[in-house]
């Protein structure tokens, strides 16, 4: 119904990414600044296909769960970048100013050499570290909604093909999880050997998210059963993890970017 496909939509791109927002926030310079940035990109994506898998295997409204897939990608068209563009600039700001207050610290212990060198040495970490890669990001979201298309009119004019064309998609999917978590072990630290701030950041999102929206979803003015609730909590938290493994290689080289696409890996 209209009403489960609005509470989720509003979950997912309001609630979500101001959840990631304000983990980031809080844990501040204590996780490496590609770890938030890459989390805030994948707390404000769409929903991911596999969200339906989950919906089915707990018996929840799984009609509800594909129509908010598909809405939500289309959705992300929009409210992703404007997402992006908000927090992450706030991150950014965070950052910065840590950055300064370390600076004004050094001052008392450094040259006025020493000082300018490392301040311009952060300030040219920082801009490399805050560009997105904005072409391939709406790139990845048309190569979602394009698949989508596709899939619909396959399954809506040639209903024989459904099968093959789950299998196809199935082993893709497993073959983008196996090359990203061999990809983030190889160039970073194994996604089993990252710090305890790591798991803590990436992973607080999602319980929060399936907790807030759970609340939200059994609010009475909605009049949303047990399994539409379910599928709710579902795709609020379970993300299109792809998107963000593509902008983490996409943004990062070598140590960084086995770091940052540590977090889709984990998160997913």
Sequence with gaps: QKAGILVGLV?????L???GFCTVALFGTSVPKEVGTILLVVTSSPGGSYSNWWCSLFNTDLALSVAM????TFFSIGMLPLNLFMYIEAINSIHDSATSTRSITVVVNTTYN?????ALAATSSSAASDHIDWIGLFTS???VVVAIGCGLMVSTYKPEHRTR???VGNASGASLIIFSFVFSSSEGDPIWNRSRSFYLVVGLPC?????????ISSLPCFGLSGPEKSSVCIECCYQNVALAQAVAINMYEGKEAGIAVGVPVFYG
């Design 11 to 15: 979950c997912q791109f309001i609630l």
């Design 17 to 19: 990414p101001f959840i």
């Design 69 to 72: 897939t598909t809405a939500s």
């Design 114 to 118: 020493e000082t300018a060198n490392l």
């Design 141 to 143: 979201i048309g190569v």
């Design 165 to 167: 064309c789950n299998t």
């Design 207 to 215: 319980v929060l998210g399936i907790i807030s929206a759970a609340a």
